[in-house]
């Protein structure tokens, strides 16, 4: 065995050593292997990400606060449409409408903004005349009673024209249409 080293030219201290783990020589071997541009994310990197994220977010916020809106028509759309139930079945039930809205099964919901249904009986009731909810001709849109939400602005007139009133989620042509105010 030594004669075909010797013949190869090899010997014990040609072989190479590699460094035993944990030790500082390991250590430094790796940290050579390290380049600067893999250690981490330049500033110039993290500056585009957040102007991504940033743009992505102009664009979803919008989006979802639009939906959100939509959501919450399609949910006083249907609380009404329920309550309107409730109030006819009690009409059959008691040869009359109720004088409140809380004496109906569900009366006392809220509307998706946090705020009761508005509610105002029309039938047999002299003093509701001028009350009622008015088209763009100032006529009452519903002979028998009024139910709607003030929408998200809170705020309503009679008149469904008025701007205060655009966003009103109402009941018009006796349960006919129930919708927003700005699109009967």
Sequence with gaps: MAQSEKS???????????????SSVAAGVAADK?????????????????????????????????????????????????LDTSLQLYKITNDSLPALLSEVPNGGILDPWERPYQYLK????????????KDKFLVPINSDFDLYSMGPDQKSVEPLTAKASQDDIVRANDGGYIGLASDY
């Design 8 to 22: 190869l030219g090899l010997n014990q201290f040609d072989a190479p050593k590699l460094p035993v783990s944990g």
């Design 34 to 82: 390290v380049k600067p541009d893999q250690r981490g994310f330049t500033l110039i990197e993290l500056l585009i990400a957040t102007i991504i994220i940033s743009a992505l977010a102009a664009i979803a916020i919008p989006q979802f606060a639009q939906y959100k809106q939509l959501a919450q028509i399609a949910k006083a759309t249907a609380d009404i449409r329920t």
């Design 122 to 133: 029309i039938e047999g009731n002299a003093k509701a005349k001028g009350q009622a909810r």
